[in-house]
T-cell receptor, first 114, second 110 residues
Framework: NAGVTQTPKFRILKIGQSMTLQCTQD?????MYWYRQDPGMGLKLIYY???????DKGEVPNGYNVSRSTTEDFPLRLELAAPSQTSVYFC?????????????FGPGTRLTVL | SQELEQSPQSLIVQEGKNLTINCTSS?????LYWYKQKYGEGLIFLMM?????EEKSHEKITAKLDEKKQQSSLHITASQPSHAGIYLC??????????FGTGTLLAVQP
């Protein structure tokens, strides 16, 4: 199993550009998550999904959109990139949610918005 | 204020020394997770604690959960350079979300 894979690993965007961060898991997990990690900070939950076709907002959803058309894929969309979105983005998945279920993380996407 | 507070924020220890990292929750804990992150990499799962008083160990790392105090501690015995990295605690919530602490940066000097 590849686990959780993310593409791209690095990206530089200009202000106002858009892009999609890809996330795929091959563990047949129901739950998937997107986090951002700012320098010196912990992880903040952006969006999460409890299954195909179901998504919900996390702590910091503004400026982002997600979709979950399949169990495997959970892309994160930035429509109008802003410098405040410069961060490292992590995708994670788990068999189910909440306590008692380990989240598996991807290697991250390092995004810079100039 | 953060729901999960970690202390210290950063720590430098000499190789071979013991150290403890603490994680305190402002809300009821429904499971506490410890992860380790190396710079530029994703998070590696270390341990999960669910019951008050539970203690788990893996190699030289021991984690305890004090549910009454809504706290967990991570203790490393005889630290090695391979222990260096960022340690993050995560707390399960009823709402299927995992809330993370701010992290503790550990450096181990040879």
């Amino acid at each position: 199993n590849a686990g959780v894979t993310q593409t791209p690993k690095f990206r530089i965007l200009k202000i106002g550009q858009s892009m999609t961060l890809q996330c795929t898991q091959d563990m047949n997990h129901n739950y998937m998550y997107w986090y951002r990690q700012d320098p010196g900070m912990g992880l903040k939950l952006i969006y999460y999904s409890v299954g195909a076709g179901i998504t919900d907002k996390g702590e910091v959803p503004n400026g982002y959109n997600v979709s979950r058309s399949t169990t495997e894929d959970f892309p994160l969309r930035l429509e109008l990139a802003a410098p405040s979105q410069t961060s490292v983005y992590f995708c994670a998945s788990s068999y189910s949610g909440g306590s008692g279920n380990e989240q598996f993380f991807g290697p991250g996407t390092r995004l810079t918005v100039l | 204020s953060q729901e999960l507070e970690q202390s210290p924020q950063s720590l430098i220890v000499q190789e071979g020394k013991n150290l403890t990292i603490n994680c305190t929750s402002s809300k009821t804990l429904y499971g506490l997770y410890w992860y380790k992150q190396k710079y530029g990499e994703g998070l590696i799962f270390l341990m999960m604690l669910q019951k008050g008083g539970e203690e788990k160990s893996h190699e030289k790392i021991t984690a305890k959960l004090d549910e009454k105090k809504q706290q967990s501690s991570l203790h490393i015995t005889a630290s090695q350079p391979s222990h260096a990295g960022i340690y993050l605690c995560g707390a399960g919530r009823r709402t299927n979300k995992l809330i993370f602490g701010t992290g503790t940066l550990l450096a181990v000097q040879p």
